[in-house]
T-cell receptor, first 114, second 115 residues
Framework: AQSVSQHNHHVILSEAASLELGCNYS??????LFWYVQYPGQHLQLLLK??????LVKGIKGFEAEFIKSKFSFNLRKPSVQWSDTAEYFC????????????FGTGTRLKVLA | DTGVSQDPRHKITKRGQNVTFRCDPI?????LYWYRQTLGQGPEFLTY????????KSRLLSDRFSAERPKGSFSTLEIQRTEQGDSAMYLC?????????????FGPGTRLTVT
């Protein structure tokens, strides 16, 4: 079935540790890829996006993601996490068959220990 | 604040009652989306509008659900004869259409609890 998969549902890290969250999608053709973050009590905010061009994209707050077309992956990374990165992270895909609705992954809940 | 707004933020209703939610998108955005999010899941697409036209509806949107965007600005989502399974966070998002980069901006959501 067509889907967006986030393999890590819960991640716990200490401050200054490196972060990598996986995202895989199963759609062929051209897609746009996004990572959103939801801090406790807040609404979904865009972290970064990929449409075309350089497969390594940089977003806000020191996050980056790499699009690997051959692996249908768009993993999120941050070299050194902070306590304030504690949040839920969602990968999303759109432009599937020409539609712009998002298909979201199930999310990864990140807890950073001070 | 010029972001997406939703009203109410919380709604508690009894099973069988009707509820209506409102979404005000970012003013220059012509696309508006509704999603539903339950605990432990990512948001699921319900429907979207381009201007006042409803262009796509998910099969999740049963005949008890109806959405409108009468003047291409704000939108309403109505649920008739609510069921406990309708309890969820209802999210609204908006985006630019053609010429935009298609990312969606989300509102704070309306949390519905059906008792």
């Amino acid at each position: 079935a067509q889907s967006v998969s986030q393999h890590n549902h819960h991640v716990i890290l200490s401050e200054a540790a490196s972060l990598e969250l996986g995202c895989n999608y199963s759609y062929g053709g051209t897609v746009n890829l996004f990572w959103y973050v939801q801090y406790p009590g807040q609404h979904l905010q865009l972290l970064l996006k990929y449409f075309s061009g350089d497969p390594l994209v940089k977003g806000i707050k020191g996050f980056e993601a790499e699009f690997i077309k051959s692996k249908f992956s768009f993993n999120l990374r941050k070299p050194s996490v902070q306590w304030s990165d504690t949040a839920e992270y969602f990968c999303a895909v759109n432009r599937i068959s020409g539609t712009y609705k998002y298909i979201f992954g199930t999310g990864t809940r990140l807890k950073v220990l001070a | 604040d010029t972001g997406v707004s939703q009203d109410p933020r919380h709604k508690i209703t009894k099973r069988g009652q009707n509820v209506t939610f409102r979404c005000d998108p970012i003013s220059e955005h012509n696309r508006l989306y509704w999603y539903r999010q339950t605990l432990g899941q990512g948001p699921e697409f319900l429907t979207y509008f381009q201007n006042e036209a409803q262009l796509e509806k998910s099969r999740l949107l049963s005949d008890r659900f109806s959405a409108e965007r009468p003047k291409g600005s704000f939108s309403t989502l109505e649920i008739q004869r609510t069921e406990q399974g309708d309890s969820a966070m209802y999210l609204c998002a908006s985006s630019l259409g053609q010429g935009g980069t298609y990312e969606q901006y989300f509102g704070p959501g309306t949390r519905l609890t059906v008792t």
